[in-house]
């Protein structure tokens, strides 16, 4: 199975701040890569999908880049709505594996 | 607006049985993979299931593999998720979503506690 470490496990920012959250596969997974936000009691949002391609709807502040094993995820301007939790989701073979998760906060 | 509504959660002893739907709605149900995919309380997200459009191919990770049984009634736009054997372990929320390479649309999840 493709193990998806992510990394921070949490992090706290201020208004306005840039952020970024990185996930690591155990194997190269050729950009089949999505970020998802997860707000308190909620279900999951698909924010980025291929690596880099914003959902629509999806605020353009969100952007997300990398290739091969390391993908990251960039929120440029913290915004209170912001707050939640974000997975990584690997889709290039199953057993499609999430990371574990990081928790963004507002300072 | 597409919509997946999931029914059938509650509390199940331990190797009892239960049965989830999902009612999809506001797309072509028949043209998309679906899948199943759970969140044990304040823990990450699992996949747990994937068919395919027709039915005839289902995927399941090697925990749930043999004790659970994802299918799909096109004709209804409605998703199913029979377990099996549970284990305490498989106590959580479980979201139906639409599987189009990644999950790109979740229902709002339900709950399954398996517990004696």
């Known amino acids: 199975d493709i193990q998806m470490t992510q990394s921070p496990a949490s992090l706290s920012a201020s208004l306005g701040e840039t952020i970024s959250i990185e996930c690591r596969a155990s194997?190269?997974?050729?950009?089949?890569l999505a970020w998802y936000q997860q707000k308190s009691g909620k279900s999951p949002q698909l924010l980025i999908y291929a690596a880099n391609r914003l959902q629509d709807g999806v605020p353009s502040r969100f952007s997300g880049s990398g290739s091969g094993t390391q993908y990251s995820l960039k929120i440029s301007g913290m915004q209170p709505e912001d707050e939640g939790d974000y997975f990584c989701l690997q889709g290039s073979k199953f057993p499609y594996t999430f990371g574990a998760g990081t928790k963004l906060e507002l300072k | 607006e597409v919509q997946l509504v999931e029914s059938g959660g509650g509390l199940v002893q331990p190797g009892r049985s239960l049965k989830l739907s999902c009612a999809a709605s506001?797309?072509?149900?028949?043209?998309?993979?679906m899948a199943w995919v759970r969140q044990a309380p304040k823990k990450g997200l699992e996949w747990v299931a994937t068919i395919s459009t027709s039915g005839s191919r289902t995927y399941y990770p090697d925990s749930v593999k043999g004790r659970f049984t994802i299918s799909r009634d096109n004709a209804k736009s409605s998703l199913y998720l029979q377990m099996n054997s549970l284990k305490s372990e498989d106590t959580a929320t479980y979201y139906c979503?639409?599987?189009?390479?990644?999950?790109?649309?979740w229902g709002q999840g339900v709950m399954v506690t398996v517990s004696s």
């Open positions: 506001g797309f072509t149900f028949s043209n998309y993979y």
């Open positions: 194997e190269d997974i050729y950009s089949n």
């Open positions: 979503a639409r599987h189009s390479d990644y999950f790109d649309y």
